[in-house]
């Protein structure tokens, strides 16, 4: 009797599950998604629509050209000095870098999400004792990622031809940029069999896209050599609207296909829940400095105090050290003094005012960060053990909190002292740095607020925490950067802090105004902690 034969499939037992897992992962990011894609295409098209409204002639691109490219600091900033030669590149050397980064992340998180932090959390060994392949889960997150390159690709396209730039460069603009994300989805993937925790796999990939944007940089303002070891200096000398030229995006092709691949062979030689480099032991009895609540928060969040401390610094430096000319900048272009409070005879100050409120935004991010870090302790069950002790919860997330209200001091002063330094060491005045600092911890008031929203949200609506922090954030954001580009009404920014914080160093800050900030802010947190004494924990 001769018995049938059963032909196994290797690959397709590696992969099953895949469509499976893909729908959940849809399903989960049906709200974030959206969100990036959103912010993505506000930005294309926020500095698509104000370019082409500023520069409507060949001579005033060509002075932006002789002014722009000239500058160091500036082609740094932007990109090539190339770009500045169309319309459609201008608006490419503004904001490329930033469609760049936000591409990058939006990849990061996506993939980082569905691998690490699932076998971190448990989700992924619940996942696997169902019929799932090894692989299916990278396979699932990586075409999870794709498809929302794809759909960025198609609003990019959109935004950059509806607001009237070439359809061929928008095409090679929306192909490049997704590729561009599609390469930092697969290193992730990469990054994630290395590490055992999500934290350390997302500031892996945040330093590598630093290095990128800094290789960039250092490559443009040189012979642009450095610039071909970034793939934002690949996506950037691909040329949009300049020379559309194509073979660049082969670059992410390869790129990609082999990351993928390492990916791969890496998995297979981990074992599941652990990374390939792993962490020590450490010492087998606590310190003195790590015997409370409040020490092991900031022992947690010391990682992203520091990263989000040297971002921050970086970024303002780069702006104060354009500062020193944006008086002769203006002078050629006294239409752009429209988006600067106190016009051109206040212009080093305004720009500083408008540099800092970005540092403010950016150091707000930070803080929603902190404070969803509590959150996820809460889900995941790691601050029930502290709790069982004799720790309370107020205490518990009393160090949570004061990470997030001293750190986020920490990183503005950082970015004040950033742009200070380079402002001062531009003009060969060291003073301008404690003024400068001064004048970025004027802010602190309004990131409070931000974080008094986020410690409301958690204490009163828990589950809907990421999405009401995340929320406040973004339309901060609008109201500080977009309110005039897009002639949004008046009244469009009255809730936003920022709008109520006088614009250090260009306007006085008093203490009425400070104190009343502080109020808004201490109700906001102590609403949250009421909340949190009061509802359900892990609820």
Same mark, same amino acid.
């Given at each position: 009797?001769?018995?049938?034969?059963?032909?196994?499939?290797?690959?397709?037992?590696?992969?099953?599950?895949?469509?499976?897992?893909?729908?959940?992962?849809?399903?989960?990011?049906?709200?974030?998604?959206?969100?990036?894609?959103?912010?993505?295409?506000?930005?294309?098209?926020?500095?698509?629509?104000?370019?082409?409204?500023?520069?409507?002639?060949?001579?005033?691109?060509?002075?932006?050209?002789?002014?722009?490219?000239?500058?160091?600091?500036?082609?740094?900033?932007?990109?090539?000095?190339?770009?500045?030669?169309?319309?459609?590149?201008?608006?490419?050397?503004?904001?490329?870098?930033?469609?760049?980064?936000?591409?990058?992340?939006?990849?990061?998180?996506?993939?980082?999400?569905?691998?690490?932090?699932?076998?971190?959390?448990?989700?992924?060994?619940?996942?696997?004792?169902?019929?799932?392949?090894?692989?299916?889960?990278?396979?699932?997150?990586?075409?999870?990622?794709?498809?929302?390159?794809?759909?960025? !690709? =198609? &609003?990019?396209?959109?935004?950059?031809?509806?607001? $009237?730039?070439?359809?061929?460069? /928008? @095409? +090679? #603009? %929306?192909? *490049?940029?997704?590729?561009?994300?599609?390469?930092?989805?697969?290193?992730? !993937? =990469? &990054?994630?069999?290395?590490?055992?925790?999500?934290? $350390?796999?997302?500031?892996?990939? /945040? @330093? +590598? #896209? %630093?290095? *990128?944007?800094?290789?960039?940089?250092?490559?443009?303002?040189?012979?642009?050599?450095?610039?071909?070891?970034?793939?934002?200096?690949?996506?950037?000398?691909?040329?949009?609207?300049?020379?559309?030229?194509?073979?660049?995006?082969?670059?992410?092709?390869?790129?990609?296909?082999?990351?993928?691949?390492?990916?791969?062979?890496?998995?297979?030689?981990?074992?599941?829940?652990?990374?390939?480099?792993?962490?020590?032991?450490?010492?087998?009895?606590?310190?003195?400095?790590?015997?409370?609540?409040?020490?092991?928060?900031?022992?947690?969040?010391?990682?992203?105090?520091?990263?989000?401390?040297?971002?921050?610094?970086?970024?303002?430096?780069?702006?104060?050290?354009?500062?020193?000319?944006?008086?002769?900048?203006?002078?050629?272009?006294?239409?752009?003094?429209?988006?600067?409070?106190?016009?051109?005879?206040?212009?080093?100050?305004?720009?500083?005012?408008?540099?800092?409120?970005?540092?403010?935004?950016?150091?707000?991010?930070?803080?929603?960060?902190?404070?969803?870090?509590?959150?996820?302790?809460?889900?995941?069950?790691?601050?029930?053990?502290?709790?069982?002790?004799?720790?309370?919860?107020?205490?518990?997330?009393?160090?949570?909190?004061?990470?997030?209200?001293?750190?986020?001091?920490?990183?503005?002063?950082?970015?004040?002292?950033?742009?200070?330094?380079?402002?001062?060491?531009?003009?060969?005045?060291?003073?301008?740095?404690?003024?400068?600092?001064?004048?970025?911890?004027?802010?602190?008031?309004?990131?409070?607020?931000?974080?008094?929203?986020?410690?409301?949200?958690?204490?009163?609506?828990?589950?809907?925490?990421?999405?009401?922090?995340?929320?406040?954030?973004?339309?901060?954001?609008?109201?500080?950067?977009?309110?005039?580009?897009?002639?949004?009404?008046?009244?469009?920014?009255?809730?936003?802090?920022?709008?109520?914080?006088?614009?250090?160093?260009?306007?006085?800050?008093?203490?009425?105004?400070?104190?009343?900030?502080?109020?808004?802010?201490?109700?906001?947190?102590?609403?949250?902690?009421?909340?949190?004494?009061?509802?359900?924990?892990?609820?």
């Amino acid at each position: 009797m001769i018995g049938s034969l059963v032909v196994r499939d290797p690959l397709r037992e590696l992969t099953a599950g895949v469509g499976t897992l893909l729908r959940f992962a849809l399903r989960r990011e049906r709200f974030t998604l959206p969100c990036w894609v959103l912010g993505v295409a506000l930005l294309l098209a926020s500095q698509s629509v104000g370019s082409q409204r500023l520069y409507e002639t060949p001579a005033q691109l060509a002075r932006l050209r002789e002014t722009m490219g000239g500058n160091a600091a500036m082609v740094a900033m932007g990109g090539p000095a190339r770009l500045l030669e169309t319309i459609g590149g201008e608006v490419l050397f503004e904001v490329f870098a930033y469609l760049a980064i936000v591409i990058a992340l939006m990849n990061m998180f996506v993939v980082g999400r569905h691998t690490r932090t699932d076998e971190e959390s448990g989700r992924a060994e619940l996942i696997r004792s169902a019929r799932v392949g090894r692989r299916a889960p990278v396979v699932a997150a990586l075409t999870l990622a794709a498809l929302a390159d794809f759909v960025v !690709a =198609v &609003v990019i396209f959109a935004v950059a031809a509806g607001t $009237g730039l070439p359809a061929h460069g /928008s @095409l +090679l #603009l %929306a192909i *490049a940029l997704a590729g561009l994300g599609i390469t930092f989805a697969a290193l992730t !993937a =990469v &990054v994630a069999q290395l590490f055992e925790y999500p934290r $350390g796999v997302y500031g892996s990939v /945040s @330093l +590598l #896209l %630093a290095a *990128a944007y800094v290789l960039r940089a250092v490559g443009d303002v040189g012979d642009g050599t450095l610039s071909w070891l970034s793939p934002i200096g690949w996506g950037q000398r691909s040329y949009p609207y300049v020379d559309n030229r194509w073979w660049p995006v082969g670059l992410f092709a390869g790129a990609s296909a082999v990351l993928i691949a390492i990916a791969f062979i890496l998995l297979e030689r981990r074992d599941f829940g652990a990374g390939l480099l792993r962490h020590g032991t450490g010492r087998s009895t606590a310190s003195w400095a790590f015997r409370s609540p409040l020490a092991l928060a900031w022992r947690i969040q010391r990682g992203s105090l520091i990263g989000w401390s040297a971002g921050v610094f970086v970024l303002c430096a780069a702006y104060g050290s354009f500062a020193d000319s944006i008086e002769e900048f203006l002078a050629d272009y006294p239409e752009i003094a429209a988006y600067l409070p106190g016009g051109i005879a206040d212009a080093v100050d305004a720009y500083l005012a408008l540099s800092l409120s970005i540092g403010a935004l950016l150091t707000a991010a930070y803080a929603i960060v902190i404070v969803l870090r509590a959150h996820t302790e809460e889900v995941t069950g790691r601050a029930e053990p502290i709790l069982a002790a004799s720790v309370g919860r107020i205490g518990w997330f009393a160090g949570h909190l004061s990470v997030a209200l001293i750190g986020s001091a920490a990183v503005l002063a950082a970015g004040g002292i950033g742009a200070g330094l380079s402002y001062g060491l531009a003009i060969g005045d060291l003073g301008q740095v404690p003024r400068v600092t001064g004048a970025a911890l004027a802010y602190l008031p309004a990131v409070w607020i931000v974080i008094a929203v986020a410690v409301a949200a958690y204490g009163i609506l828990p589950r809907a925490v990421p999405a009401i922090a995340w929320a406040f954030f973004v339309y901060c954001l609008v109201a500080l950067l977009f309110t005039e580009s897009f002639d949004l009404p008046a009244w469009f920014d009255d809730a936003s802090p920022l709008s109520h914080t006088p614009r250090a160093p260009l306007e006085q800050v008093g203490p009425g105004v400070v104190l009343t900030l502080l109020m808004i802010a201490s109700a906001g947190i102590a609403a949250g902690l009421a909340g949190l004494r009061r509802r359900d924990f892990g609820g």
